[in-house]
């Protein structure tokens, strides 16, 4: 009896184990840097179980410094926002049910950036 209560406990945490996690969302990023320094263009368009293709969220933001109009960092949409410090694009969302997403990428900004960045982190 003991044999069969240790190997029917196995057997479920190893069923359990083959289970695919959740998936949180995801953001298709497209991201291009200059021509000038300091320019960066960025968009992004967050989808998930909760927000399917036609619900999608869409965001865009620009960082022109030194263009004649300057503009220092600005999304269209207050929930989103980026950073890229040369190496690594980060990007982040507060959905409107109040959870703030997080997602990175390497991305050096010699070409054009254009993937999919994974949820790694929510805090609700």
Request: glycine letters at 8%; aromatic letters at 10%; charged letters at 20%.
């Amino acid at each position: 009896m003991q044999f069969s209560a240790v190997l029917l406990a196995l057997a479920a945490s190893a069923s359990a184990a083959v289970l695919p996690r959740q998936e949180m969302g995801q953001w298709a990023v497209t991201a291009s840097v200059g021509p000038a320094p300091g320019y960066v263009y960025l968009h992004a368009e967050f989808t998930s179980d909760e927000y399917p293709g036609d619900k999608k969220l869409r965001s865009t933001c620009v960082e022109a410094p030194n263009a004649e109009l300057p503009v220092a960092h600005r999304c269209d949409r207050a929930a989103f926002d980026f950073q890229w410090d040369g190496k690594v694009l980060n990007v982040q969302q507060t959905l409107p049910s109040g959870a703030t997403l997080f997602g990175s990428a390497p991305y050096d900004g010699s070409s054009d950036f254009d993937g999919v960045i994974p949820v790694e982190k929510a805090i609700i």
